[in-house]
């Protein structure tokens, strides 16, 4: 490591081969979390090239449990994190809302990283037991619309990094990495990221995989429309602005739409919004983020069909039902 690091003290960058390797290496523990802690910080310091995230992406894939699930259309909605609002949980709410719409969804989340709560800090707290058995997977897909791969299970070297992340407590390249690396491979990605230089390069890695994606990024700086400001948005198909307006039907501020303090607070916050109870503002972010979701799918044919049936899932209490469902079989 020791080389490596000197290299790349020199501003020098690595080849797609050499991230590829230094990750595995890095996944089967061979340095010590000194050396790992410093090759991490090189990454706070400037910014990291396509070939060295493709080929971290390529070392994530090799090591990772594989989970096969297949015979579904899957969706995921993952933001990047990182960006330092402290919103309560949005990206997994609206999972649950699509899941509620007969969308199956295979949500990749992991602890917070640079925020209060995760994903999967929150989703712990619900009472869901993390897995990466098959059957057990297929089967919360097949009968609660949705489940959850919480991602050090699947990836050892993000099990490594854990303590690490947790100790730097700022966004890291791997913040990155988690929306590339769902073990489902899912059809369609609603991705968030924290700055528009993400949003190119993710554009350029998500259309090498052929997938439905949207790249959704808020221009003050959100990585999920947070309806606080104008979305960017970029699909397959191009890039455009949305304003709140046209998203969720008006502007909200940001205190509306921040999260607890705690991870029980967060865990309470997120129950209050899936059983309908979530105050306006807090309601209207999440459907637009799930209705993006919806959208990117090709089910529908205009992100006011895909909001209306946002609504429904939400209204009608399927979205909760899916999440009860799926605490029921743990």
Not at 180 to 192: D, H, I, T, Y
Not at 230 to 252: A, C, F, H, S, Y
Not at 323 to 330: A, M, T
């Amino acid at each position: 490591m020791k080389k490596i690091l000197q290299y790349l003290f020199e501003h020098k960058t690595l080849s797609r081969e050499k991230a590829k390797e230094v990750l595995v290496n890095i996944g089967k523990g061979v340095y010590n979390e000194h050396e790992v802690t410093a090759f991490m910080t090189v990454y706070l310091m400037r910014s990291i090239t396509i070939e060295e995230l493709q080929g971290f992406q390529d070392a994530l894939l090799e090591l990772c449990v594989k989970v096969s699930l297949d015979e579904f259309e899957l969706m995921d909605i993952v933001g990047t994190g990182g960006d330092g609002k402290n919103t309560f949980n949005i990206s997994t709410l609206a999972c649950f809302i699509v899941a509620g719409t007969g969308q199956k969804v295979a949500k990749h989340g992991n602890y917070g990283a640079s925020s209060v709560s995760g994903a999967s800090n929150v989703m712990e707290q619900l009472g869901y037991k993390f897995k990466n058995e098959n059957e057990k997977l297929k089967k919360e897909v097949a009968e609660a619309g949705i489940c959850f791969l919480h991602a050090p299970m699947f990836h050892p070297a993000l099990k490594t990094v854990g303590p690490i992340r947790k100790n730097l407590a700022m966004r890291t390249f791997f913040n990155m990495l988690g929306p590339m690396v769902n073990p489902a491979s899912p059809k369609f990605q609603l991705v968030g990221v924290y700055n528009l230089e993400m949003a190119r390069v993710y554009n350029y890695l998500l259309q090498q995989t052929g997938n439905a994606f949207t790249i959704i990024h808020g221009l003050d700086g959100y990585d999920e429309i947070s309806l606080t400001n104008d979305t960017k948005v970029i699909t397959n198909k191009g890039e455009k602005i949305m304003t709140p307006e046209q998203l969720g039907k008006r502007m909200v501020s940001p205190e509306d739409i921040t999260g607890g303090n705690s991870v029980e607070e967060a865990a309470k916050i997120f129950s209050k919004i899936l059983k309908g109870e979530g105050s306006w503002a807090q309601n209207v972010v999440v459907l637009a983020n799930a209705a993006m979701a919806l959208q990117c799918t090709g089910h529908f044919k205009t992100y006011d069909d895909a909001y209306n049936a946002a609504i429904e899932s939400l209204e009608s209490g399927k979205a909760n039902k899916a999440l009860q469902k799926l605490i029921s079989l743990q």
